[in-house]
Structure formats: C-alpha cells, structure tokens
C-alpha cells in the first residue's frame, strides 16, 4: 500500500465514526502515513509512527496504526491519540 491508499484508509476508518476524525491537517497526516509505511517496510508491520516497539510483532501488536487510541489516558485527557492522528469530534 502507498501513502495515498493508507491516508484513505484513515479516512474511511475516521469517516465510520460518530465520535472520532481524522487530523485535519494534510501535511500532518502525510507525515505521519510515511512514518507507519516506513515501520512497515523496516519492522515488517505497521508500528505507530511516534512510540518505539522492541521490533517484535508479537509483542508490539497494539502499537499497530491505528491502534486502540480509545483506551489511552491521552484521548480521556486531550480527545487525541497520541500522535494526534484522530481526534474526538
Ligand atoms: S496513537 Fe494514533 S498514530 Fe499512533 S498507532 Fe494509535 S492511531 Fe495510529
């Protein structure tokens, strides 16, 4: 998949949600697309953009983009995921 087929993944995915959407800012969400297609291409998997894994998939299955960003103290908190990629709405 390229940065384009993930960024309408994204949307789609934001798009089915009454409670949550995709980071507004293209330019943002640009970058962060080619940090997960870059851990993709180097760990094998699409490990969040802005926290590290151990590079084991097993082990790292829930920093997989996107993630379970509902059950973050991040998103009760500030109504974001971590990275800022969705944002409750
Ligand atoms: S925190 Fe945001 S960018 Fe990171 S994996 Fe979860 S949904 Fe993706």
């Known amino acids: 998949m390229d940065k384009n087929?993930?960024?309408t993944l994204w949307k789609d995915f934001a798009e089915r949600s009454d409670y949550?959407?995709?980071n507004p800012e293209?330019?943002?969400v640009s970058?962060?697309?080619e940090g997960v297609l870059t851990n993709e291409k180097n760990k094998g998997f699409r490990n969040c953009p802005c926290r590290?894994?151990?590079g084991s998939y097993e082990k790292n299955v829930d920093l997989l983009c996107p993630c379970n960003f509902k059950s973050q103290a991040n998103w009760a908190e500030k109504g974001r995921c971590w990275c800022g990629l969705?944002?409750?709405k």
């Open 5 to 7: 087929g993930l960024i």
């Open 20 to 22: 949550f959407k995709l």
């Open 26 to 28: 293209k330019d943002f």
């Open 31 to 33: 970058l962060l697309a």
């Open 52 to 54: 590290l894994s151990d």
């Open 86 to 88: 969705f944002f409750r």
